[in-house]
């Protein structure tokens, strides 16, 4: 079970709201307005705290990174009611520190912890002048971690990507209500409070509590939304922000699956054209009996789904997400074939099941507890369990049962066209917010023209999970503050393989110089030097 937010006793009410504002401005603190509209919640323990860093006890984090946590509120409107604590990491600037600069990994549900323990070699440029902060987001790894735990009466652990019954809409609706309410059962109070608008307020606490006066940020793809979100509650705290695979503001889930799956089935027809020149290839070298062996592949284990190596099932949906891993850039494409291979001829499930857990699959399961968890009591669907819950706080729109059983064949033939093998998979994402409260509009309604000091953005043109064109249309709706880099490359984000969005990006977060709006990067080993046109 989940840890549990800690609960706190009651903090003395100031009888006058105004009273409240004016002493945390005059502390330098900001006063953020409830939602409920009824005044100003007093978050000024929150604001005063600082971090206290000690070496991490995880044994999966390296042994030169720190760790520590920060004491949030449960729910902002109100702060009494119980806190949350969020877990941090840090590797140390080698010289003099101007002070952090946070990470965020992206998912929505990625681990900054870990990944900042796992990929910390990519941002050791930034140490020259920064502390580099990975934090766990609430709901996502150490913080609280939500999940769905498994099907009573079944050994297996929830899967976010099994399509319930697409061909029975009420059979459909029935299984994501269940889903819903395990959900709930076995995420604790923080599900009630999860998304993406809370998690920008957490990170406000957490610069305070760092000692920042301004917010120095560097987040991918899902990263990129919370920026936005940030930049747009927080304006005049936004330092340096570069946002590396942008998300979009306003297109519906629905919409987004679509683009999904569409980039998903052109990065998997890539990877087929240069697996079938390998002898190794799992499914031969003719191409097209290839794309079809991978279809049928995903099939075969939807219907008959297979023991998995970590417990439970491994079913076709599972085979899907550890495909959709495999394809975020080139570099991955070596270990994909050989995930594939094990699983074709071996039956082994091992190694795709690493790719879909980033490397870490654990076995389910995790204790009930107040405060933060280790790596060990992380469950194992954490990862999909935060994506869903996150997406469907951020998403207003909630189909009734009426238009669910009217459409959902139409939605279904029309993601298959998108793609055959993440069509199905990317459908049941959106479906699974149904049954959930609405979400809110705020970002949709409220993310734009941003008041900020000017944001880094980073598209990619061939990003099989944020196209460019998202790219172009959320730097449109920021504003002003917003500057473009194009990179002609391929993968998903740039800054870890394209030397030169790496080295503008760290010129712009160590140096503050920002390329010419529009201007662009080849892809690696074209040659050449960043351009000012996009074109």
Request: charged content about 20%; overall charge neutral; aromatic content about 6%.
């Amino acid at each position: 079970m989940p840890a549990v937010p800690r609960t706190r006793p009651a903090l003395r009410r100031c009888a006058d709201a105004g009273a409240v504002a004016l002493a945390l401005l005059g502390a330098g603190l900001p006063a953020a307005v409830s939602d409920t509209g009824g005044g100003q919640p007093d978050l000024t323990r929150f604001y005063r705290q600082k971090v206290r860093w000690t070496a991490c006890k995880d044994v999966e984090l390296p042994k030169d990174m720190q760790c520590a946590r920060v004491t949030v509120p449960l729910d902002y409107a109100q702060p009494a009611a119980g806190t949350l604590d969020l877990a941090l990491s840090r590797y140390r600037a080698t010289g003099r520190s101007r002070g952090s600069v946070l990470l965020n990994f992206g998912g929505p549900g990625g681990s900054g912890v870990s990944g900042l323990g796992q990929q910390g070699k990519d941002f050791l440029g930034l140490t020259n002048g920064y502390d580099v902060v990975g934090f766990d987001p609430r709901g996502v790894g150490r913080s609280s971690p939500v999940s769905c735990g498994a099907p009573e009466g079944s050994p297996d652990a929830a899967s976010a990507g099994e399509p319930p019954g697409l061909g029975r809409p009420p059979a459909l609706m029935k299984a994501l209500k269940q889903l819903t309410l395990r959900c709930t059962r076995n995420s604790g109070p923080v599900l009630a409070h999860i998304g993406t608008v809370n998690a920008s307020r957490d990170l406000d606490v957490i610069r305070q509590a760092l000692g920042d006066s301004k917010l120095n940020y560097l987040g991918f793809s899902y990263g990129t939304r919370l920026g936005a979100v940030y930049a747009a509650q927080f304006p005049h705290n936004v330092g340096r922000m570069a946002l590396d695979g942008v998300d979009t503001l306003t297109e519906s889930l629905a919409e987004q699956g679509v683009a999904g799956a569409r980039g998903q089935q052109t990065a998997l027809d890539d990877f087929l054209d240069w697996c079938v020149t390998d002898l190794g290839c799992p499914f031969g070298q003719d191409r097209r009996k290839a794309g079809e062996a991978v279809v049928r592949l995903v099939r075969s284990l939807d219907k008959d789904p297979v023991p998995s190596d970590f417990g439970g099932s491994f079913s076709g949906q599972d085979l899907v997400a550890a495909i959709g891993q495999g394809l975020y850039g080139k570099e991955l494409w070596p270990a994909l074939e050989r995930a594939l291979a094990t699983l074709v001829e071996d039956g082994d499930t091992r190694a795709v099941e690493n790719l879909a857990s980033g490397g870490h699959a654990l076995p389910q399961g995790h204790r009930r507890g107040a405060g933060l968890v280790d790596g060990s009591e992380i469950p194992a669907d954490n990862l999909s369990a935060a994506l869903m819950a996150i997406n469907c706080a951020d998403d207003p729109d909630r189909p009734s049962a009426e238009r669910l059983t009217r459409d959902v064949a139409r939605l279904d033939e029309e993601y298959q066209r998108a793609s055959p093998v993440f069509g199905r998979f990317r459908l049941t994402q959106v479906l699974l917010c149904y049954g959930r409260p609405r979400g809110t509009g705020f970002i949709r309604e409220e993310v734009k023209d941003v008041p900020s000091a000017r944001m880094l953005l980073v598209g990619t043109r061939g990003d099989p999970a944020t196209p460019y064109s998202w790219t172009v249309e959320t730097a449109k709706r920021l504003g002003p503050s917003a500057v473009v880099l194009d990179n002609r490359g391929d993968g998903h984000t740039g800054y870890t393989s394209s030397t030169c969005v790496h080295a503008k990006v760290d010129d712009f977060l160590l140096y503050g110089t920002l390329p010419p709006d529009g201007s662009s990067c080849p892809a690696d080993g074209d040659g050449g030097a960043v351009t000012d046109s996009p074109d």
